[in-house]
């Protein structure tokens, strides 16, 4: 019997019943295959979600291709500020960064 992943919207609910318990949530958004994708990830579930770390396509060649690393990591980081969420930026994208940006490689997972 092959091994099966948990439904998405099982992953949700998990992930609103921790945070619901006081237990810290976060998710990591990699691989981005879809920009898009990707920051409606963050608008939907940043209710219950405490950290968002946020990263590159590694090792997908051609699945990565044609994405705009920097427009997305600007975008990231904008769409983060406005909602008020925590965030980091892997090192992947950190030579996108704007200049001054906070991005602490440690981040307290607790309350």
């Not at 940043?46 to 975008?75: C, I, M, P």
Request: with cysteine; aromatic share 12%; charged share 20%.
């Amino acid at each position: 019997m092959g091994v099966h992943a948990v439904f998405p919207d099982d992953r949700l609910a998990a992930l609103k019943a921790f945070h619901e318990k006081g237990i810290f949530t976060w998710v990591s958004l990699e691989p981005t295959l879809d920009v898009e994708s990707s920051l409606a990830i963050v608008v939907a579930t940043h209710g219950f979600v405490d950290l968002f770390k946020v990263g590159k396509a590694n090792y997908l060649g051609e699945y990565s291709k044609g994405l705009d690393w920097q427009d997305y990591t600007l975008r990231m980081i904008d769409l983060c500020a406005r909602i008020g969420v925590r965030h980091y930026i892997e090192r992947d994208l950190h030579h996108y960064l704007p200049s001054g940006h906070d991005n602490p490689s440690q981040v307290a997972q607790h309350f």
